[in-house]
């Protein structure tokens, strides 16, 4: 099936930090310094609220597959997981290693999400849908620009999954979708948010709508959300709400 060597080459050049949380949360150290500063946030010396994490997790029970520049997030529950998206082409050794690390397989992989259609997220998906018997849900109007063998699901606002809530997050891609733990209040955010040295929104050199990307920030920051795990940059896991609620403070009314 696979190239051997190409597995391997692969799994030593991809950064994988499921066994060491504390790579995630030291990324973090920048994003209290966010991009926007704006005066009417107090001084205080109150501390930044921040998410609790499993071992080897970077958030509640949720571990990342860091890829170098695009993220899987992988959630184990018992003897079922859930996987959001899947990377790029090529990915699944190291999505095969983090689950690994998280003491579960292909096997158990019950649930996939795939935040949005493009190639760095949906990548994965022809070698890995072989590999599980998982029911994969994309946004409904991203479903007809993914391409999969196997059937996929389309869900919306408020459909549940795996305990998670499906949330519409759409201006990167009109089908965008991210997932919300209730239980934790961590966001899954895909592509509708980013850490770049703080948290930012969607990419506009890769927005298809920027309007409601900015729009999908403000309906994010009004969510109570306590981290958030972004397809490109490492998660966010202290002050989280703050940040988001700083950046759509920021966006043009
Ligand atoms: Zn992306």
Known sequence: MGDNRLTRRLSRRLLFTAGAGAIGVTVLGSCSSGPSTPSSSPQSAAPEPS???????????WRQV??????????????????????????????AEGLKAAGSSWSAVKHIVLTHQHEDHVGGLAAVAPKVKATIYAGVMDLASIISEKPLKGVAEGDEVFGMRIIDTPGHTLGHISVYEPSTRILVAGDALR???????????????????????????????????PGHGGPVTVGAAKALKELAAGLPA
């Not at 927005?207 to 306590?226: C, F, G, P, Q």
């Open 51 to 61: 998410a609790p994490a499993a071992g080897g997790a970077v958030a509640g029970d």
């Open 195 to 229: 850490n770049a040295g703080g948290l930012v929104g969607s990419d506009p050199q890769y927005t298809t709508d920027e309007s409601k990307a900015n729009d999908t920030v403000r309906k994010l920051a009004a969510m109570d959300i306590m981290a958030v795990l």
């Open 66 to 95: 860091d890829m170098s520049y695009v993220s899987a997030y992988i959630l184990v529950r018992g003897k079922e997981a859930a996987i959001v998206d899947l990377g790029t082409p090529g990915s699944d050794a190291a999505i």
